[in-house]
């Protein structure tokens, strides 16, 4: 796919930055590049603590929640979490139900069948807690757009608190937007217009771990006993994909330091089906391994399998339910590929045709990794993509976005042909009529105002750096930025017209590339790295020099020709020896 390459270009921000704050001057560019931009910030940035957290009394409505769910554990009414079925929502449970059995309290959970019942509140299914004796209900990772549900909820004499941090619903009148949230005791979410919580962007997890902090207080214990807490918010954290700046990378900061010596049962269960045990678990481990774990029961089964796992105190049982979680992900990336095969001609054909918002019907995919479906699309073309699939009552999707087209907003605009939705500008799951879906891939369309320049990609590269300047110092000064994630991702650097000396194809389909490059002026070289773009650079190369020198370049290894390539600098230990490698990103001859 045809790409631009463009180097960030904040210089006044990073000058200042680097007269602020006497730090390595390419460090004081990195920060200034995710919008840090003087002392304070980045010393919250590389130093921040738990210290630093903001105070959760500032949260509208926490003060009244807390007093309200303090009553109620001591009058020993029974109080009901009302969860989500993803990681995010899991772990919000988790910690809510880790909190309130702590305190004492008289309580049960809830998690919402996927097919059965669809995301957050039901209406039935609030019925039916109440006659099994609910009395308060305590939602997190969900909640605020439950009008209808809270209602009924009121209705039938309940305390309903929401817990969430999904972007407020809003009708517009007479050309303006006026917010509306469910009329519950209690709404704490940072993300409205008048709480005057500072931080905005913390998941449903990071909420809950915020108000068990306060409840925990109020209830005149210290939050060190809960302390474990934080490890169950940092992995939504990252699998939830926020913004890992802020209180979000304190977080998962502390999240991080804990998973390496936890004493959950039940995350070592799963580190140890997963094959991490023994292992440094970083941010990748939580988003690529134990992360789709967590969200695979809420899929394929239900996900009170993954609440178990994280709340039980039986080591047998919680090998039990590791293997379990750890086979229904393998079963769900066999789904997924499948899947996005499949789905992958009937897009070309939207694409061909013109449109630039793709939705594609495919009753055949399983609804629970219609979003995953819709994210490798939306990698493939570049282009937001919604992928529906045939719900219980009606066709039912996920869809995700690019920088630049915000899906929440844009469903919005056309809500006359959606029965349901809720997100974000880069997410969203929506309920449509059949009859409709056509109407609406339409109306998307006539709205969309991307243009053909909005949809190539663009690589946004952190800074041009030369080869010759990489040592250990640098790397690991780099490595002190971590964790990464959306809003800090891994530093990305150029270098033009680097020799290449050595290609090695590797791995079990020589689909892998290893290049030496020739540090310049000396006979020294430093190897990089490649997974994932073989059929590119063999296309390249075919392209500008034949297939005939491939084929010898595949033969013998040997190579004289230059590239420019993008990547990220690491530290390879092998057999006691330490060499800087390169992660190359991207490349062009």
Same mark, same amino acid.
């Given at each position: 796919?045809?790409?631009?390459?463009?180097?960030?270009?904040?210089?006044?921000?990073?000058?200042?930055?680097?007269?602020?704050?006497?730090?390595?001057?390419?460090?004081?560019?990195?920060?200034?590049?995710?919008?840090?931009?003087?002392?304070?910030?980045?010393?919250?940035?590389?130093?921040?603590?738990?210290? #630093?957290?903001?105070?959760?009394?500032?949260?509208?409505?926490?003060?009244?929640?807390?007093?309200?769910?303090?009553?109620?554990?001591?009058?020993?009414?029974?109080?009901?979490?009302?969860?989500?079925?993803?990681?995010?929502?899991?772990?919000?449970?988790?910690?809510?139900? $880790?909190?309130?059995?702590?305190?004492?309290?008289?309580?049960?959970?809830?998690?919402?069948?996927?097919?059965?019942?669809?995301?957050?509140?039901?209406?039935?299914?609030?019925?039916?807690?109440?006659?099994?004796?609910?009395?308060?209900?305590?939602?997190?990772?969900?909640?605020?757009?439950?009008?209808?549900?809270? /209602?009924?909820?009121?209705?039938?004499?309940?305390?309903?608190?929401?817990?969430?941090?999904?972007?407020?619903?809003?009708?517009?009148?007479?050309?303006?937007?006026?917010?509306?949230?469910? *009329?519950?005791?209690?709404?704490?979410?940072?993300?409205?217009?008048?709480?005057?919580?500072? &931080?905005?962007?913390?998941?449903?997890?990071?909420?809950?771990?915020?108000?068990?902090?306060?409840?925990?207080?109020?209830?005149?214990?210290?939050?060190?006993?809960?302390?474990?807490?934080?490890?169950?918010?940092? +992995?939504?954290?990252?699998?939830?994909?926020?913004?890992?700046?802020?209180?979000?990378?304190?977080?998962?900061?502390?999240?991080?330091?804990?998973?390496?010596?936890?004493?959950?049962?039940?995350?070592?269960?799963?580190?140890?089906?997963?094959?991490?045990?023994?292992?440094?678990?970083?941010?990748?481990?939580?988003?690529?391994?134990?992360?789709?774990?967590?969200?695979?029961?809420?899929?394929?089964?239900?996900?009170?399998?993954?609440?178990?796992?994280?709340?039980? /105190?039986?080591?047998?049982?919680?090998?039990?339910?590791?293997?379990?979680?750890?086979?229904?992900?393998?079963?769900?990336?066999?789904?997924?590929?499948?899947?996005?095969?499949?789905?992958?001609?009937?897009?070309?054909?939207?694409?061909?045709?013109?449109?630039?918002?793709?939705?594609?019907?495919?009753?055949?995919?399983?609804?629970? +990794?219609?979003?995953?479906?819709?994210?490798?699309? $939306?990698?493939? &073309? *570049?282009?937001?993509? +919604?992928?529906?699939?045939?719900?219980?009552?009606?066709?039912?999707?996920?869809?995700?976005?690019?920088?630049?087209?915000?899906?929440?907003?844009?469903?919005?605009?056309?809500?006359?042909?959606?029965?349901?939705?809720?997100?974000?500008?880069?997410?969203?799951?929506?309920?449509?009529?059949?009859?409709?879906?056509?109407?609406? $891939?339409?109306?998307?369309?006539?709205?969309?105002?991307?243009?053909?320049?909005?949809?190539?990609?663009?690589?946004?590269?952190?800074?041009?750096?030369?080869?010759?300047?990489?040592?250990?110092?640098?790397?690991?000064?780099?490595?002190?930025?971590?964790?990464?994630?959306?809003?800090?991702?891994?530093?990305? &650097?150029?270098?033009?017209?680097?020799?290449?000396?050595?290609?090695?194809?590797?791995?079990?389909?020589?689909?892998?590339?290893?290049?030496?490059?020739?540090?310049?002026?000396?006979?020294?070289?430093?190897?990089?790295?490649?997974? #994932?773009?073989?059929? #590119?650079?063999?296309?390249?190369?075919?392209?500008?020099?034949?297939?005939?020198?491939?084929?010898?370049?595949?033969?013998?290894?040997?190579?004289? &020709?230059?590239?420019?390539?993008?990547?990220?600098?690491?530290?390879?230990?092998?057999?006691?020896?330490?060499?800087?490698?390169?992660?190359?990103?991207?490349?062009?001859?």
């Amino acid at each position: 796919m045809k790409e631009k390459w463009m180097v960030i270009n904040k210089k006044e921000d990073f000058i200042k930055l680097t007269n602020e704050y006497e730090i390595n001057p390419l460090i004081a560019r990195l920060l200034a590049n995710r919008g840090i931009v003087n002392k304070k910030e980045a010393s919250l940035f590389l130093k921040g603590t738990v210290n #630093d957290l903001n105070d959760a009394s500032l949260m509208k409505d926490m003060k009244k929640a807390v007093s309200i769910i303090k009553g109620s554990i001591e009058e020993k009414k029974k109080i009901v979490i009302y969860g989500d079925y993803d990681c995010d929502g899991v772990c919000s449970t988790t910690i809510l139900y $880790r909190t309130l059995k702590k305190l004492g309290a008289n309580f049960d959970y809830y998690i919402p069948n996927r097919e059965d019942e669809g995301y957050g509140m039901n209406s039935d299914r609030i019925r039916k807690l109440k006659s099994e004796g609910a009395e308060v209900i305590l939602t997190c990772d969900n909640g605020i757009s439950a009008m209808e549900q809270v /209602e009924v909820a009121k209705e039938l004499g309940l305390t309903v608190i929401i817990t969430d941090h999904h972007d407020i619903p809003y009708i517009e009148k007479e050309g303006n937007r006026i917010n509306v949230v469910p *009329n519950s005791d209690c709404v704490i979410n940072p993300k409205q217009g008048n709480c005057e919580y500072p &931080f905005k962007e913390l998941c449903g997890a990071g909420v809950a771990l915020k108000f068990s902090m306060e409840l925990v207080n109020a209830m005149g214990r210290s939050f060190s006993e809960f302390y474990d807490l934080f490890q169950y918010a940092a +992995i939504a954290t990252i699998c939830d994909v926020v913004e890992l700046l802020g209180e979000n990378r304190i977080i998962v900061k502390e999240g991080l330091k804990l998973i390496n010596n936890t004493s959950s049962i039940g995350l070592k269960a799963l580190i140890k089906a997963t094959g991490l045990e023994g292992k440094e678990i970083g941010e990748y481990h939580f988003g690529f391994v134990l992360g789709p774990c967590i969200n695979a029961t809420g899929r394929l089964e239900t996900a009170d399998l993954s609440v178990e796992l994280l709340i039980t /105190e039986d080591e047998k049982y919680a090998e039990e339910l590791a293997k379990k979680l750890y086979d229904l992900n393998v079963e769900r990336q066999e789904l997924t590929f499948d899947s996005v095969e499949s789905v992958i001609s009937k897009v070309e054909e939207e694409i061909a045709n013109g449109e630039k918002v793709i939705l594609v019907y495919d009753e055949g995919i399983h609804e629970s +990794i219609a979003g995953i479906v819709a994210g490798r699309v $939306r990698e493939r &073309f *570049n282009l937001p993509a +919604i992928v529906m699939t045939k719900g219980k009552d009606m066709p039912k999707g996920s869809a995700r976005s690019i920088e630049g087209y915000n899906m929440f907003e844009e469903l919005n605009k056309c809500k006359e042909y959606i029965e349901k939705f809720g997100g974000h500008p880069m997410a969203a799951g929506l309920s449509v009529k059949e009859e409709n879906i056509s109407l609406l $891939r339409k109306a998307l369309n006539s709205k969309c105002t991307l243009s053909d320049e909005d949809i190539i990609p663009v690589i946004k590269i952190d800074s041009p750096l030369e080869i010759k300047y990489l040592d250990e110092s640098l790397v690991e000064e780099i490595e002190s930025l971590r964790p990464f994630g959306k809003g800090n991702g891994s530093p990305l &650097f150029a270098v033009k017209n680097i020799k290449v000396s050595r290609v090695f194809f590797i791995g079990k389909e020589k689909n892998f590339m290893k290049f030496r490059f020739v540090i310049p002026g000396t006979f020294g070289y430093v190897e990089g790295l490649n997974f #994932d773009k073989y059929e #590119d650079f063999k296309n390249m190369f075919t392209d500008k020099y034949g297939e005939e020198k491939f084929l010898k370049l595949v033969d013998s290894g040997y190579a004289d &020709f230059n590239m420019d390539i993008i990547y990220y600098p690491t530290i390879n230990e092998f057999n006691g020896k330490r060499n800087i490698q390169l992660n190359v990103k991207n490349f062009r001859l």
